[in-house]
Nanobody, 121 residues
């Protein structure tokens, strides 16, 4: 079965950096666009970034532009989210998601369990 497993979350000071990883298994990784979403307490889940199967096309939420970078290594079946200049408002559970086909802001098929990111001020 398909599994997406996030790692790399943790506690960081404002202005610091974290690199999240998502290891995929049980799927043909190159058939899937991948995305990172987050959900803060009391808030709706929102997309942070997405990347096409090839890594050529990317999408970033306005809140992530200039600070976050999504990438993927198809040889390792892994997608990454490099987060720099972190702010307290970035605090959330971050989820990795896979979507069969093209890059999109919605309609993802598979989800990871989430990893907590906490940014202290």
């Amino acid at each position: 079965q398909v599994q997406l497993v996030e790692s790399g979350g943790g506690l960081v000071q404002a202005g610091g950096s974290l690199r999240l990883s998502c290891a995929a298994s049980g799927l043909t990784f190159t058939h899937y666009a991948m995305g990172w979403f987050r959900q803060a307490p009391g808030k709706e889940r929102e997309i942070v970034a997405a990347i096409s199967w090839s890594g050529i096309s990317t999408y970033y939420a306005d809140s992530a532009k200039g600070r976050f970078t999504i990438s993927r290594d198809n040889a390792k079946n892994t997608v990454y989210l490099q987060m720099n200049s972190l702010k307290p408002e970035d605090t959330a559970v971050y989820y990795c998601a896979g979507r069969y086909g093209s890059i999109s802001q919605s309609e993802y098929d598979y989800w990871g369990q989430g990893t907590q990111v906490t940014v202290s001020s």
